[in-house]
């Protein structure tokens, strides 16, 4: 089971952190990302990284603002967002599953969303 956390309300340039805590099994050795989906479109990609954190993979529109990490320790993957849009908002899901199924968007491990909303 993946829960998701840490969404909320903030106005454009503001930072966020979610955080996605796995319980009911480990997932040290799968591969975690973040997806998410805004009103009215398709779910996106925004964020990947594989078992060891040595490998990471973003949404380009996001790059250099939003970085993701996990503590494996902790069964816990993060998203920190940084500078945020009004184009951000939407709500965010965490997934796991190996790495390159997690790209593909085709994970069969979700977490419920987060919603994220950024004012302008």
């Known amino acids: 089971q993946l829960q998701a956390s840490g969404g909320g309300s903030v106005q454009a340039g503001g930072s966020l952190r979610l955080s996605c805590a796995a319980s009911?099994?480990?997932?040290?050795?799968?591969?975690m990302g973040w997806f998410r989906q805004a009103p009215g479109k398709e779910s996106e990609f925004v964020a990947a990284i594989n078992w060891s954190g040595g490998n990471t993979y973003y949404l380009d529109s996001v790059k250099g603002r939003f970085t993701i990490s996990r503590d494996i320790a902790k069964n816990t993957v993060y998203l920190q967002m940084n500078s945020l849009k009004p184009e951000d908002t939407a709500v965010y899901y965490c997934a796991a599953d190996s790495y390159g199924t997690v790209l593909r968007g085709t994970a069969r491990y979700w977490g419920q969303g987060t919603q994220v909303t950024v004012s302008s």
């Open positions: 009911g099994r480990t997932f040290g050795s799968y591969g």
